[in-house]
């Protein structure tokens, strides 16, 4: 069954801070995988896009790896800002039609406190 | 540029009324859909359609009907509301209808729909 599972579920932590997020995946076959973050009372907005020969990608503060061999992702974000506080969503593509289905993780809440 | 434009963002429902959410995007893409995201869970596909005349189902279509007229338009109605459709709903358009495009989804802001 194609799954995305994301950890830890929630986190909090000091601004200034950095923070890794987890997401483990069992889609097959891939294709991408995505990184969105969520505003709370907005749309998933994305943050990187990685394919199977990318093992990491920036996007400012945020860097992203991929090891398609053990069909892991992280997203870490750097010295953490007030505005980093959202939910961020992990979502993997696969393959297997001309759509590509995208499977959701259920998100990391993150709450950066001053 | 306005992106995807989402209306309401917030209505509620008396339960067996219907109702039309409305998406609309200026981007000129192909690909667009529906998801409903509930706490506690990853969004899930209701419908979605590759282009005007041209709509599936996704996931969790039950309840939900949708048409594309013009690419720029896919509304989504509720025909007979359920306290189980209780969710924010949210519309995204790709420019690739082939998901590995470096484009990736936008998503509108969302419309919260409560249904008593």
């Known amino acids: 069954k194609n799954q995305v599972e994301q950890s830890p579920q929630s986190l909090i932590i000091l601004e200034g801070k950095n923070c890794t997020l987890q997401?483990?995946?069992?889609?097959?076959?891939?294709?991408?995988l995505r990184w969105y973050k969520q505003d709370t009372g907005r749309g998933p907005v994305s943050l990187t896009i990685?394919?199977?020969?990318?093992n990491t990608k920036s996007n400012g503060r945020y860097t992203a790896t991929l090891d398609a061999d053990t069909k892991q992702s992280s997203l870490h974000i750097t010295a953490s800002q007030l505005s980093d506080s959202a939910s961020y969503i992990c979502?993997?593509?696969?393959?297997?039609?001309?759509?590509?289905?995208?499977?959701f993780g259920r998100g990391t809440q993150l709450t950066v406190w001053p | 540029n306005a992106g995807v434009t989402q209306t309401p963002k917030f209505q509620v429902l008396k339960t067996g009324q219907s109702m039309t959410l409305q998406c609309a995007q200026d981007?000129?893409?192909?690909?667009m859909s529906w998801y409903r995201q509930d706490p506690g869970m990853g969004l899930r596909l209701i419908h979605y359609?590759?282009?005007?005349?041209?709509?599936d189902q996704g996931e969790v279509p039950n309840g939900y009907n949708v048409s594309r007229s013009t690419t720029e338009d896919f509304p989504l109605r509720l025909l007979s509301a359920a306290p189980s459709q209780t969710s924010v709903y949210f519309c995204?358009?790709?420019?690739?209808?082939?998901?590995?495009?470096?484009?990736?989804?936008?998503f509108g802001s969302g419309t919260r729909l409560t249904v008593v």
């Open positions: 359609s590759v282009g005007a005349g041209i709509t």
């Open positions: 995204a358009s790709s420019y690739s209808i082939i998901l590995s495009g470096a484009a990736g989804y936008t």
């Open positions: 997401c483990n995946y069992t889609v097959s076959p891939f294709s991408n």
């Open positions: 990685m394919t199977f020969s990318e």
């Open positions: 981007m000129n893409h192909e690909y």
């Open positions: 979502v993997v593509s696969d393959r297997g039609s001309t759509l590509g289905r995208l499977y």
